[in-house]
């Protein structure tokens, strides 16, 4: 029902509409409520149209805001920032069919704003038509700094640091990344804030760095409200946060059935039976998370490449083209942002990422450790090595490359370099080479043969068997970093004990890691703990 109200009155409500919605984006919310209630209260299409803007705003920063209204019928300014909100809801879901929908709804309001070439900029970039999109976001920051929008800013940084990952540009991604991230913080826009978070714990991961992504994603998670969930759990899973995968809680309860959620439900299942060894579960969630990630584009091409990474069953010529110089062995750096998925350890001292899989009737090649149950499930009765606790592994080394060498082998000098790191001098390493192919026959004795002759080496597997890689391995600096991130925080003899090395060894990593800026020094009193700190501060959007 409409209440008789005088102009005066409406411009009051108006204003004080306008200040409300400021006051949500920015995550106060002390009066929402109050004001929400006076606007259906007085029933006009403008009060709709602003009940509208500032319950979609809220639904982007409070997990008690409710369902989104009904935007048929609405007109005006405020309706408009009520279809920004439901556009940006969509883009953090990857409901592109969602994000089209909006832009019919824009259209039917009428009138050309910023926000329409900033939508149609987010629906290419989850198409995966971003060529141009760099320029696009020029555009829009100049647009935003001339109109004085600080949420348009800060979203031509993030549409042209989407772009730039997208196309693995990571140093560009990263650049303009840790600057959204700046900007939203300096102008206090919360939902903007959680995105540029988000895409930045994104950028870290993509470049082998997932601690600085854990810790980011796990300070974000607990304030995050249900839209940004599915993002957040599948950036936290692929980042090495083990707790989804070990636990029967389900981290996505209450969140909206929207295509990222889904794929986040999916993914979790599809590791979790990967590390069961259940073949007919891991197709089944394998498809369903291709499926789920449809709607973007980079979701897939990262799906795709994990595929790859976990199923034994692909051979090697299968294999998609940026992961395969890393299953052939010809790389060691795992691709793709697939760094976290490293599974529970064989033991102690055991922090290998990838394992070779070597059979008699099939090319040689590397997959994820934590998909080496799926080897059982396929029939074979694989022969598995755990890695040694020697903390160099030049057996284990010498034994993986030579076996992803395949039928061709290698020569000497070649797996002597690969083993040692160094040149082979055969006047001054032939008897080290000698004690080396010794050690690599006992170690595979009655697993498979090591053949010499004619300066060339060569393993023949007597049946499937499966080799830890040393190669590709969380070092002692980065599983300390998953531990300070983790923890928030730990001493030097609390590291150690954690990762069961020795204190002199935590404290020299620890000091490499105050040298390179990956953590910070916090003293109180006696007590001196290491924290990690990505050093994204503040930055003016400059309009």
Known sequence: MVHNVTRLERMKLRSLAQKTHADVCSGLLHNARDVLEQLRAEGSDEARAWEAAIVCARRLVDADAGPCPDLEGLTGPAALLAVAHREREALIGWDLPALERMAAVRARIGGTDRGERRAAAWAKILRGEVEGLADEGRALHAAGSQAQDASMVIDAQLVRAMAALTEDDLEEATSLARRASRMARTEGLRGERFLASILLARVRRRAGRPHLATRILSALTPIAPPPWQ????????????RIFLESDTDPLVGAPDVPAVRAAASLIGWLRAARAGDAEAFDERRDA?????????????EATALAAALDPRVAIGEVPPRLGA??????????AGLHGIVGPPDGPADS??????????????????????????EGDDPMRLERTRLRRGRVDTAVAALALAGAKGLPDPVLFEKAYEFEFVPSLHAGILDVLVHRMR????????VHRGGG???????????????????????RLLR??????????????????????TAQLALR????????????????????????????PTRY
């Open 456 to 478: 060339t080496l060569r393993l023949e597997p007597h049946g499937v068997l499966v080799l830890p890689d040393p190669r590709c391995v969380e070092h002692v600096e980065d």
């Open 326 to 335: 890393w299953a052939r062995g010809d790389e060691e750096e795992t691709p």
């Open 289 to 301: 998370t291709l499926a789920h990630t449809a709607g973007f584009r980079d979701m897939v091409r």
């Open 483 to 504: 531990v300070i991130a983790r923890h928030g925080g730990v001493t030097t003899r609390q590291a150690a004990q954690e990762l069961d090395v020795s204190v002199r």
């Open 442 to 449: 006992a170690r595979l004795e009655g697993a498979a043969t």
């Open 352 to 377: 290998t990422i990838a394992s070779v899989v070597a059979r008699p009737d099939r090319a040689p090649r590397r997959i994820l450790r934590v998909a080496v149950p799926l080897l059982q499930a």
């Open 512 to 539: 490499r890691l105050l040298e390179s800026g990956d953590c910070v020094l916090n003293r109180d009193g006696r007590r001196v703990e290491y924290l990690v700190e990505d050093t994204t501060f503040t930055e």
């Open 230 to 241: 599915g993002w957040l759990v599948w950036e936290r899973v692929l980042a090495g946060s």
